[in-house]
């Protein structure tokens, strides 16, 4: 019969070889320095005047999605406008930020409310029976030397804290939980230790939702993160490596 216990030598193994391969993320980060390209784009984060791409940029570039080559098809088919779709997506989750940030700071419903802002109010109505809600942070800039970001929510439930992102996208993949792995690296520079991460996806058409919750506290979840956070240094250390291959090939 298989136990569920965990053997302390194993935990102590495990911590050590969590700390290696910290500090061999920070050598791989340190060994972009020499390479790095950094381009002057409109819409990025700045880091002693240097513009860093955004983390959502790094994980679309690096990663690629049949899913969204079938979406973009299925819309040609439509003859719907992907770029169109692509924007108005962008507009409404937005929106959808902005409303519930302006909630969150003045506790005061908005005067025309929609179906993705009730399934936010839906969630924020369930957590906060029978527990302390805080709000430590809200829509907040973080940026390192390579990258950048904006987390949406920053919360304490009763005392732990917890990172949140809203999404209003149809489908939830490990992606997010990359992005937050990213915004949590961010934030662990900044001496912030979360408890646990949320993903709270906001239905557009009921006012319902479903949370994706990763618990930090639990080996397995914990495990699950740390390989989210290694994934995106990957991330980081090809998107740099690739913009330098493609500038070096110009000058052959």
């Known amino acids: 019969m298989e136990s569920n216990e ?17 500090v061999s993320m920070e050598e791989i980060l340190n060994g972009i320095k020499d390479i790095a390209i950094y381009d002057d784009e409109s819409g990025r984060y700045k880091y002693d005047d240097k513009s860093v791409p955004r983390v959502t940029e790094i994980i679309q570039k690096m990663i690629h999605e049949d899913a969204i080559v079938q979406w ?16 108005e997506a962008a507009v409404f989750g937005t929106k959808t930020h902005s409303t519930i940030e302006n909630y969150l700071k003045e506790d005061k419903l908005p005067t ?10 839906q969630w924020w109505n369930d957590i906060s ?6 709000v430590v942070g809200q829509e907040e800039k973080l940026v390192c030397q390579f990258f950048g970001g904006t987390y949406d929510l920053l919360l304490k439930i009763n005392g732990v804290l917890y990172l949140v992102d809203f999404k209003t996208s149809n489908h939830v993949t490990y992606k997010y939980y990359i992005q937050l792995a990213a915004y949590n690296y961010m ?11 949320i993903i709270l996806q906001l239905n557009k058409r009921s ?3 479903n949370e994706y919750f990763l618990n930090l506290s639990d080996p397995r979840h914990k495990e699950y993160f740390d390989y989210c956070e290694r994934t995106f240094i990957a991330l980081v250390y090809g ?8 500038k070096k090939f110009k000058e052959l």
């Open 187 to 197: 934030l662990k520079q900044k001496g912030i230790q979360v408890g646990g991460v």
């Open 72 to 87: 973009s098809n299925s819309l040609g088919f439509k003859h719907i406008s992907y770029t169109k779709a692509l924007n």
């Open 239 to 246: 998107y740099y490596h690739i913009k330098y291959l493609e």
């Open 112 to 121: 025309q409310t929609f179906f993705a802002f009730e399934s936010f109010l």
């Open 207 to 209: 006012a319902q939702y």
């Open 6 to 22: 965990f053997n302390s030598h194993e935990v102590i193994s495990n911590t050590n070889l969590i700390e290696r391969i910290r």
């Open 129 to 134: 029976k029978g527990n302390e809600i805080e």
